[in-house]
């Protein structure tokens, strides 16, 4: 079922849908913040929640019923907290929507429709769940309350893949150039700002404390200079992710300070992939996440190839139980 | 003028409200998390957001506007974020309540509504802005919707100042035990759940990065489990705020895999400080992030104590332009 027919569906159960839920765990969590993140700014109505699978199961919002649409998320399908959720959900009436790389997985057991996407495929195709989610996203607004550029959200979808795929074709040399640069960081401190704030998280907990065992912080750069900064002094190791929209004067203002002090700074900015290329100015907010966090993979790939320490290793992620 | 006389007060000019926001930076968006969190849970009908406040400024939600409430915090009322988020919402025409220490602070201008609170005085007076954005937002919920235990959380509000002072009366010992066990770590890492994760957000931003120069991450423990643990090797540095309330078993949780591999964990329990005696349990969910932020305060001093670096030492924060 394609994304609109998924909402289309909903829509004829359900005329009046009140709430709009986000949950999972980790970079599945922080895959969905995009999709969060447009309702929040956009919806005149919607009430929008963003949650960790545990939260939402032990302390579930009184909100969530039968008005609700929740979208859980999970590439395996498995992770047991978000596949409760699922269940939880539709047991209080919800909407469920799904979305995993696996159809046959427990997640889509008690779902009322499931979302698959691509992963392994390509850069393009691990982005393809943040995608789909802030698609679904879009597709709500639209539906319930109207979204006014909702062609240009989609065009912007068909070219987003092609965006990825060419800006890390020739991104090795300077990903390389991070990971010799960083690879014996103490602590690495990854930064952001609007859609874009939870690819710094999940760099942060996904790829630098699990798969690469390297310790690190993350904020918004809004945050930075209410507290963070403090622990800047030359040469001190910063992730700076850089957007192309409205908040971009909070990351032009980080990197200043980052730059004046000395900091060894790496900036990913969506303008030098040239992201207002393939994308209109109305809806460029949401499509930094996408491309930043797929050119993101490369410079991972490249920090592991570095240190040594492959992206798959673990300690204890998939070898006991806990 | 009295919390619920303001609420009563917009309720006179807009009956339908639809939204309510928490805007700050830093500590104060922080101390804004549980009154945020409490409505997010109990709301039926309301949005309700939680923004840095630049965020606000720069991509402002579609939502805000003369039917929507908007909480500012700023301790000294000069933060030129929030200032600024003051005055562009009271300009959409949404009901704004300042809270701050200072009544004649730039805050305060365009304000409707002030709320000052204690902060110098002692270690409950500290947690007097917290409690009072959180006693707003019931004050919200109960006006605007109803809320069923709106006696049991006002009792709670007489007690929880007394829980405070009671329970730092005692923790000077186990803090300073702290400070040394900590005062060389080369990171250390604070987790929590529920209405407390802000909490473990501040002490990591706040405490550690801006005032001691400790590097720091945080997260919540529901996320740890999917990649934050695999950071976790024997002696590792932790800090774990746990809550008495629904959350507790992801607080559990958390500490059975970092005792199981002996990670330096500091536990600082809501439990072990009697919550439950001051607070009846149908709203003690609330007042753990009251309680154990009150009580970290102890913590940082004697950290700072341990680390000859006192908590008002700065290098950039008060001195320069930035």
Redesign the interface.
């Known amino acids: 079922m394609e994304l609109n027919q998924i909402v289309t569906s909903i829509q004829s159960k359900q005329e009046a849908i009140?709430s709009v839920y986000f949950v999972g765990?980790?970079?599945?969590?922080a895959d969905l913040y995009p999709g969060f993140y447009f309702l929040?700014?956009?919806?005149?109505?919607?009430?929008?929640?963003h949650y960790?699978?545990?939260?939402f199961n032990?302390?579930t919002?009184?909100?969530v019923g039968e008005n609700s649409i929740v979208i859980t998320c999970s590439l395996g399908g498995n992770?047991p907290?978000t596949v409760k959720a699922t269940s939880l959900a539709k047991s209080l009436g919800a909407h469920v929507i799904a979305v995993t790389h696996e159809p046959e997985s427990p997640l889509t057991k008690d779902a009322d429709y499931v979302v698959t996407h691509g992963f392994f495929e390509s850069y393009s195709a691990k982005m393809d769940k943040m995608t789909k989610i802030l698609t679904l996203a879009v597709e709500i607004l639209n539906a319930f309350e109207g979204y006014d550029y909702y062609e240009q959200f989609m065009d912007g979808v068909e070219k987003i893949y092609g965006a990825i795929d060419e800006a890390t074709k020739l991104l090795v040399p300077q990903a390389k150039a991070f990971g010799e640069a960083y690879k014996d960081a103490?602590?690495i401190y990854v930064m952001s700002?609007?859609a874009t704030t939870e690819v710094a998280y999940?760099f942060?907990?996904?790829l630098l404390?699990?798969?690469q065992?390297v310790?690190?912080?993350?904020?918004?750069d809004?945050?930075f200079?209410?507290?963070?900064?403090?622990?800047?002094?030359k040469d001190k190791p910063f992730l700076l992710l850089m957007n192309d929209g409205?908040?971009r004067?909070?990351d032009s203002?980080a990197l200043d300070?980052l730059n004046r002090?000395e900091a060894k700074t790496t900036v990913v900015d969506a303008k030098d992939f040239g992201l207002a290329n393939y994308v209109s100015k109305e809806v460029i907010?949401y499509f930094n996440p996408i491309l930043i966090s797929g050119v993101l993979r490369v410079y991972a790939e490249q920090l592991a190839i570095a240190r040594k320490h492959p992206l798959t290793k673990?300690?204890?992620?998939w070898k006991l139980e806990?």
Chains 1, 2 share one sequence.
Request: charged letters at 25%; aromatic letters at 14%.
């Open positions: 009140q765990c980790g970079g599945s969590k929040r700014s956009n919806a005149k109505k919607l009430i929008v929640g960790t699978a545990n939260e032990y302390d919002p009184a909100a992770t907290e103490p602590v700002s609007g999940s942060s907990i996904c404390l699990e798969m065992w310790n690190s912080g993350s904020f918004s809004g945050e200079f209410h507290g963070p900064f403090e622990i800047v002094e409205k908040t004067p909070m203002r300070f002090f907010d673990r300690r204890y992620m806990y």
